[in-house]
């Protein structure tokens, strides 16, 4: 974690924490380029694919107000309900992780949990295809089991995935086994906590 100091309107300091600055460079649009896999213009269309995305999402929001309004409304309650059991930081943390995972359809939604200006309930997506739900956290002295589904938003149709953390030397959170085949022998539940 590091320790940010910034001025408030008073003129006083405040401190606030934030995520690993290098948890920033793990996303996985900012990765490859990072890395020099792929040059500054395939970055760009990749951004651009990305807010088209977005802008796609906005403008069904727009044309169903009501939809998008219970939605989000379901989705800050899932987010408050995670924070205060599990902390605001560590379920961002654990999104940060989620996001490094190959072939985790979430993940490009997830790319940008580590930047704490983005609330929570705007990575959960609770009705809206494809869904991202997290089930269950079970935080046990150092390995955190996580219990999510994902993909079709029909009853019965999402695929359950469970993964098990694990913080690495650099004190960052890693997924240490996913997919474990059957969630139903390990205590899943097919409850959303929100």
Known sequence: MC??????????????????????????????FRAGEIDPDELQAMMA?????????????????????????????????????????????????????????PARYLWNAA???????CFLRMRREPVFRILKIVHQSDIIELWVEHGDAGRGRATHRMFRLKRDDRWRL????????????TGFHNKPVG
């Open 3 to 32: 320790l940010d100091e910034t001025v408030v309107g008073n003129g006083r300091s405040r401190e606030s924490r934030c995520l690993h600055r290098d948890d920033t460079d793990s996303q996985p649009i900012v990765r490859p």
């Open 49 to 105: 694919v990305h807010a088209r995305e977005l802008i796609t999402e906005m403008e069904e929001d727009y044309q169903n107000p009501a939809a998008a309004w219970l939605e989000t409304l379901l989705a800050r309650r899932a987010a408050g309900r995670l924070a205060r059991r599990h902390s605001g930081r560590l379920v961002r943390e654990i999104l940060v992780a989620l996001a490094e995972v190959p072939d985790f359809p």
């Open 115 to 121: 930047h704490p200006d983005v609330p929570l309930h």
């Open 174 to 185: 890693r997924v240490e086994v996913a997919d474990i085949k059957n969630p139903t022998a």
